[in-house]
């Protein structure tokens, strides 16, 4: 499962077609679920019905979105990325999201297996390896 915190207005908003195209590519054993934030500069400002529509209309997103949500560290981050990066909870990561497009790989097990920052492409030599990996 690749997990990502996104916004529609974000010099990584492009990342959606590569993420698209990953999940076409492997989507017999990845789950990609987007997480639209707006905690970097106003970047989602966005309703969940927009989000998903612009998703759909621009990048034809078939993963699924989650409703809009926070995922800095704070008293009201979404609680999977609360587990994500806190050490306590997932066994070694402390990394919040750096900006928009932070990607967290969880293997079938539920472990946390891999960070990526947002200048990784989904497409990335490093995104395929550990996918093909966590996929064996």
Known sequence: ?????????????????????LFDRHKNYLLIISFPANDFKEQEMLTNEEIASFCKSNFNITFPLA???????????NNVFAWLTHKDLNGWNEQPPQWNFSKYLVNENGLLTHYFSPSVSPLSKSIKQAVNKNSL
């Open 1 to 21: 499962m690749l997990l990502v915190n996104t916004a529609s207005d974000c010099g990584y908003t492009a990342q959606y077609k590569e993420l698209q195209q």
């Open 67 to 77: 409703r809009k949500s926070v995922v800095v560290k704070n008293n009201r981050q």
